[in-house]
């Protein structure tokens, strides 16, 4: 009885070992991982490292696109479509680029304005701003920095776990230079 045991236990280690294997070999390739973890590690969407929860856009506060800010202060959602920031502003690396962002549940009831102090680089353009592939408005840039506001829609909220992605697409080969970004809530504002 001993001997025909052995055989058994053998095989069924065995068979849980591979079983193991095949387990972590799935995990490997369907990870269940943050937004924020995915975006920069595995899909290399983001420039910066927001952190875990780092992705809530605070409402009504500007968030700086430069090194010289508190950290509480500094935009950690840019996707990989900029270039290192420099002291008081960063640029793309392309003519275009954006932000991902969530919002809290509460803060969709109504419209939104996103403030921005932006320019182009070399010469005039207009700029046209997506929000999740969908366009929004076309702004018109010009090579000195300016502060513009557009109204958002909130139409495009609509799981509170979703990522947003922010998007300024210049129509000329150039870069965008961008110091700060602001969401409002328009019943804040008016």
């Given at each position: 009885?001993?001997?025909?045991?052995?055989?058994?236990?053998?095989?069924?280690?065995?068979?849980?070992?591979?079983?193991?294997?095949?387990?972590?070999?799935?995990?490997?390739?369907?990870?269940?991982?943050?937004?924020?973890?995915?975006?920069?590690?595995?899909?290399?969407?983001?420039?910066?490292?927001?952190?875990?929860?780092?992705?809530?856009?605070?409402?009504?506060?500007?968030?700086?696109?430069?090194?010289?800010?508190?950290?509480?202060?500094?935009?950690?959602?840019?996707?990989?479509?900029?270039?290192?920031?420099?002291?008081?502003?960063?640029?793309?690396?392309?003519?275009?680029?954006?932000?991902?962002?969530?919002?809290?549940?509460?803060?969709?009831?109504?419209?939104?304005?996103?403030?921005?102090?932006?320019?182009?680089e070399k010469n005039?353009?207009?700029?046209?701003?997506?929000?999740?592939?969908?366009?929004?408005?076309?702004?018109?840039?010009?090579?000195?920095?300016?502060?513009?506001?557009?109204?958002?829609?909130?139409?495009?909220?609509?799981?509170?776990?979703?990522?947003?992605?922010?998007?300024?697409?210049?129509?000329?080969e150039q870069m965008?230079?961008?110091?700060?970004?602001?969401?409002?809530?328009?019943?804040?504002?008016?």
């Amino acid at each position: 009885m001993k001997i025909k045991l052995i055989p058994f236990l053998t095989y069924a280690f065995s068979l849980f070992l591979v079983i193991w294997y095949l387990t972590a070999l799935y995990w490997v390739a369907h990870p269940k991982v943050s937004d924020m973890y995915r975006f920069y590690y595995i899909e290399q969407m983001m420039y910066d490292w927001p952190g875990e929860k780092g992705l809530q856009i605070p409402l009504n506060q500007k968030l700086y696109f430069g090194t010289t800010r508190e950290k509480g202060e500094q935009i950690y959602h840019r996707d990989k479509h900029w270039s290192k920031a420099k002291e008081e502003f960063a640029v793309s690396s392309a003519s275009r680029a954006g932000i991902y962002f969530k919002l809290n549940e509460e803060d969709v009831a109504t419209p939104f304005i996103l403030s921005f102090h932006g320019a182009s680089e070399k010469n005039a353009s207009k700029m046209q701003i997506y929000l999740n592939g969908k366009p929004q408005e076309t702004v018109h840039l010009d090579t000195d920095i300016a502060t513009h506001s557009i109204a958002l829609s909130n139409d495009f909220y609509e799981d509170p776990n979703k990522t947003n992605h922010l998007e300024f697409q210049l129509d000329e080969e150039q870069m965008l230079v961008m110091d700060w970004l602001q969401m409002d809530n328009v019943r804040d504002v008016e």
